[in-house]
């Protein structure tokens, strides 16, 4: 327990009659990679949407980050104190370059701040170059992310998420998604390395496959709820995470 | 049904009835307080009523809120009423194709068509057929040429391009009809009756019942029909009518007809009770967009009811502050459209039905200055230019730079707050106003020299535009230019038109000269290289040098991080948020930033008058200022300066007009064409233009260049 990053409990949310998450609890721990996998429908955007501060008024619930209590803060506050994220359609900025995306999310400005970059012209951020290495970056820093390919896209969103000075846990919504097996595996190696070098996170995907291959520890939501957690040779005999996937996304793909 | 409302929803509605009790029985109380204000306000309230119906009936159709609804209703107005007084048939304001030969020889070649006659007079049912089919004519342009093209673009385009259409059919009112008001004999019986012991126009419950006639029509329409019913799923995702096996086109093409047919009807009724000018129904129409807001842009009943209510709570004000000395008057009633709409924001939500496009186009690039050798050249050779003009050339010139140059200062508040932050604000010359009211009231009155009282105005003008700032916390886009116009109005009606600090001295408002260190520097004071004309080269100086620190503080907030965060939050708001940006602190900057660049216009603007009114600052100047902006190109410092040149009385018409054209009277009518033009087809504008055409010439130079290299290597 003392070691998790980011810690639910009872987390509520509700649209109209649905409760698309309901009492969720669960950890992400320190320098692991955490899964979460589900059909689709099953709330798991909606899941990280309610942690990174996107809930609709009447949602409930606990978020602690690193043992501080968090839930209700705005998303903006949640990102400085390092929970960040990415999205399934990726939302990157689109009519600025790569560099400039990741420059934006790479400190926090106060009014005091903006001001002497205003007056003094900003250095480089380090942090950004640093990112842009990890993640081969450099080619494209001065494109536009409509110019460029989907996998580079997602590479995109990977780092305006990790910029962050303060990063503590990133959460990756379907990052794979629309990735052909080969790209999926190397996407997949990327992220196990980028754990493996002590960030944390935690990786949502309707689809089992990378999941099952990278992840430490791995939940399952259905309909909402945390049916199944165990490790990926648990997660794969679980008569739940069977039944839940060939009864739903199974007959899908 | 009161279940499925929100809680606030359910407040409104309850503070509504009670209203409505003690209105009632105040009416059995006090008849001729409570109860003929009613009567008679029902007769602005349907034309309110009207006009809000037809702007749902286009949103229904296509997703666009049509700020020139009004100027369509306008202009067919015209339409009928020339035609039924002299039988002429207006002709559009065509180019004349060999102006510019006859401008050159001076002489006349072509004596282009105004009118065609139709015969002496016209009865009153041909007359209207033709202004309604006049009407549907205009729809179908408007759909095919204007928003068909628009359907994936940004809101910000959709804005700009009907906000165009508005100009473009004002202008053309004006210069076919000129700009006094219309009278026109009545359609309806107009004797009065008793209606309770009320004496009320016969004509004007004709009007209401029409309206409610055409209401009732539309609901059935609407709701029960298979056309109907489609065009509800279109609003709210085209693939979808496409599956019930309609065309999506097809419906949008006939609702803009029928939007604009409701639009000539409305203004065609009530021209005989209340004459016509020709920004008549587009001031009424702000009213009708607060009505449209609460219902949401997509019922009619509710929107026809609140353009009703708004005209009976219109006519009890006035009535009220006749009656009742303590009500204060500061123009509340005026600014009634104001208070609507904020209420609407509040107590609706913040969400108008989006329509579930498949994608939206690019918004107008941000180009970061880069400072490169011929760049600097250029500007070197822009300031080099500018200065002769400003100072040297003959007075015409001068005077011409003088209002470009506070034209680009007030794009430039645009440029920051649209271009770089995606908020369309319809308030700018509002604001700009405050600063050039309150200059002379600090300055000139108050005695506060030069440098104190700029900055008190400027400051003014900064705390006003982050009050009205407030709902873009909360909206964007479309309802958000809604409520910015709305915000304007609420000032010009509140402040300006009337005495006080932020409004005038008696009838206008006077302003001394500018004078820092004992020296004085208005237009008209004297300055060492003076020609003995006026205006002298002093205060173009003083301008020049603001003008140019304002692009180059522009120029450096795009490539400084707070610019880079303002262009996050353009591009995506809630990824900006996700990735750490405090969006409303972002978008109160922006405004404030916006306001300043507005305010310090407004009083640069106030020493070029001297003596001013309230007409300077009113929503159609804002409108133009936007017009301009847009068409010079919103998102750069360079469109800001181009947008400067094309300032009514700006360089660039001066220097047209002497050299090319007299564009005088047809300026408005320009502007609006070619704004309709960039927001279709060119959503950069003129820089963004120049810019690419600068990039191919660079380009084929490079070609050229590379292959004499290897043709000389080779050789
Ligand atoms: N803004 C919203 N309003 C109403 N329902 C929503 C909203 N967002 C998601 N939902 C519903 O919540 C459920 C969970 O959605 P989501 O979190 O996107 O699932 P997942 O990401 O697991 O595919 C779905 O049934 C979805 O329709
Ligand atoms: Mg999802």
């Known amino acids: 327990m003392a070691d998790a990053v980011l810690a639910t409990s009872g987390l509520n949310v509700r649209f109209g009659g649905l409760l698309a998450v309901n009492d969720v609890t669960l950890e992400c721990r320190r320098g692991r990679l955490t899964g979460l996998i589900g059909p689709n429908g099953a709330g798991k955007t909606t899941f990280i949407d309610a942690v990174t501060g996107f809930l609709p008024n009447n949602s409930r619930g606990s978020v602690l980050l690193e043992g501080e209590e968090v839930f209700g803060r705005s998303p903006h506050q949640l990102s400085h104190e390092g929970l960040t994220r990415t999205w399934q359609t990726l939302e990157l900025f689109d009519d600025i370059t790569v560099r400039s995306n990741l420059d934006v999310a790479s400190r926090r400005l106060s009014l005091g701040a903006a001001l002497l970059d205003y007056f003094r012209p900003r250095q480089r951020a380090e942090r950004v170059e640093e990112v842009m290495d990890l993640l081969n970056l450099g080619d494209i820093a001065e494109r536009q992310p409509r110019e460029l390919s989907q996998g580079q896209r997602k590479l995109v969103g990977v780092g305006r998420a990790l910029v962050a000075e303060s990063s503590r846990i990133l959460l990756l919504d379907e990052p794979a998604a629309g990735l052909d097996k080969a790209e999926t595996e190397w996407f997949g190696a990327q992220l196990r390395g980028l754990v493996d070098q002590g960030y944390t996170m935690l990786l949502v995907d309707h689809d089992m496959g990378l999941v099952l291959n990278v992840c430490d520890y791995i939940h399952m939501l259905v309909y909402g709820q945390l049916t199944a957690s165990g490790s990926p040779e648990e997660m794969r005999n679980d008569p739940e995470v069977i039944a839940a996937y060939l009864g739903h996304s199974g007959a899908e793909s | 049904m009161l279940a499925s409302l929100r809680p606030i929803e359910r407040a409104g509605a309850a503070a509504l009835g009670a209203l409505a009790v003690a209105w009632v029985v105040g009416a059995l109380l006090r008849r001729e307080l409570f109860f003929d204000p009613v009567l008679f306000g029902l007769g602005s309230g349907a034309i309110i009523a009207a006009l809000a119906i037809g702007l749902v009936v286009a949103f229904r159709a296509s997703g666009v809120i049509n700020f020139g609804h009004g100027a369509i209703a306008t202009y067919v107005t015209y339409v009928y009423v020339s035609l039924v007084s002299d039988g002429q048939y207006p002709v559009p304001p065509l180019p004349n194709p060999v102006a510019p030969i006859e401008g050159i020889a001076g002489i006349e070649i072509l004596d282009f068509p105004t009118f065609v006659s139709l015969g002496d007079s016209m009865g009153k049912v041909p007359a209207l057929l033709i202004a309604l089919a006049t009407a549907a004519a205009l729809g179908l342009v408007a759909h095919f040429a204007i928003f068909r093209p628009l359907r994936y673009a940004p809101v910000l385009a959709k804005v700009v391009a009907s906000v165009g259409i508005m100009l473009f059919l004002q202008a053309a009112v004006v210069l076919r009809f000129g700009a006094r008001a219309k009278a026109t004999e009545p359609i309806f019986p107009n004797d009065p009756i008793d209606v309770l012991g009320a004496r009320v126009g016969q004509d004007r419950l004709w009007v209401l019942g029409t309206v409610i006639v055409i209401t009732a029509a539309l609901w059935v329409l609407f709701r029960f029909t298979r056309f109907g019913i489609a065009t509800r799923a279109g609003a709210e995702n085209e693939r979808f009518t496409t599956l019930l096996g309609f065309n999506a086109d097809f419906q949008a093409g006939v609702s803009w007809v029928m939007a604009s047919v409701l639009a000539g009807l409305v203004g065609i009724l009530v021209a005989p009770i209340t004459g016509v000018t020709p920004n008549f129904f587009t001031v009424l129409l702000i009213s009708s967009l607060g009505a449209a807001l609460l219902g949401r842009m997509s019922s009619f009943v509710i929107a026809a009811v609140a353009g009703l209510m708004l005209g009976i709570v219109d006519q009890e004000l006035f009535r009220l ?37 498949l994608t939206v186009e690019r918004l107008p690039e941000a180009v970061a200055p880069r400072i490169t050798r011929g760049r600097v050249v250029g500007y070197g050779a822009l300031i080099a230019v500018a200065f002769w003009l400003t100072v040297f050339a003959p007075f015409q010139y001068r005077g011409a730079m003088q209002n470009s140059m506070i034209g680009v200062i007030l794009a430039l508040s645009l440029v920051v707050v649209t271009g770089y932050v995606g908020q369309i604000s319809l308030m700018q010359m509002a604001l700009a106003g405050i600063g050039a009211f309150s200059v002379a009231s600090f300055g000139t009155q108050a005695g506060v020299p030069l440098i104190p009282a700029l900055t008190l105005a400027v400051a003014s003008g900064v705390g006003f535009g982050l009050i009205a700032a407030i709902p873009s916390l909360r909206t964007r886009g479309a309802s958000l230019a809604i409520i910015t116009l709305a915000s304007g109005l609420a000032i010009d009606e509140i402040f300006f038109r009337r005495t006080g600090w932020f409004g005038l001295d008696r009838i206008v408002k006077t302003t001394d000269p500018p004078e820092l260190l004992g020296i004085e520097f208005g237009p008209n004071s004297g300055f060492v290289l003076s020609d003995g004309k006026i205006p002298t080269g002093g205060y173009g100086l003083f301008l020049l040098v603001v003008t140019a620190l304002c692009c180059v503080a522009v120029m450096r907030l795009r490539r400084s991080r707070l610019g880079e965060q303002m262009l996050a939050v353009r591009a995506n708001e809630r990824a900006a948020a996700a990735a750490g940006v405090n969006v409303a602190a972002i978008k109160l900057s922006a405004f404030a930033v916006s306001s300043f660049f507005a305010a310090l216009g407004g009083t640069l603007h106030a020493f ?25 190109g919103i998102s750069t410092v360079g469109g800001a300066i181009t947008a400067g040149t094309l300032f009514s009385e700006g360089i660039g018409i001066v220097v047209t007009n002497e050299w090319v054209i007299d564009v005088g009277p047809y300026t408005a009518y320009v502007a609006g064409f070619f704004l309709i033009g960039t927001a279709v087809y060119n959503n950069e504008g ?11 010439l660079g380009a084929w130079l490079r070609r050229r260049w590379d292959r004499r290299v290897e043709v000389t290597a080779d050789g």
Do not use: K
Request: no cysteine.
């Open chain 2, 321 to 357: 502050e006749l009656e009742w000395d303590w009500i204060p008057d500061i123009g509340i009633r005026r600014a009634l459209p104001f208070v609507v709409i904020a209420l609407a924001m509040v107590v609706r939500g913040e969400s108008l039905p989006s329509r579930g496009a």
């Open chain 2, 686 to 696: 003129i820089d963004g233009f120049q810019r690419r055409q600068f990039h191919q």
């Open chain 2, 608 to 632: 070029n008058l001297g003596t001013y009114g309230h007409d300077s600052f009113g929503i159609f100047a804002s409108l133009t200022v936007l017009a301009f902006a847009y068409l010079g």
